[in-house]
């Protein structure tokens, strides 16, 4: 389980994200750099670490999944992932 202050710290530059998003996409829209450059480090979307819902894990990340590489398997072995099996042949 990954500490509380790094899934706090990652909530927080979403929410940062999400206040300036119109921003951003007006100042990129008029290439003005400057600007951009004015803006929080955390505003940029970049700045967000993809992190596991269950265990906050965020090495081995599974995109498709929205989980850590271990947790898939623990959920893929035990049948809650819909439409995943294990492989044989």
Known sequence: MAKKSWLERNKRKQETVKKYAALRAELKAKRDYAGLAKLPRNA???????????SGRRRGYLRKFGCSRMTFREGALNGLIPGVTKASW
């Open 44 to 54: 940029s979307p970049t700045r967000v670490v993809n992190r596991c819902s269950f």
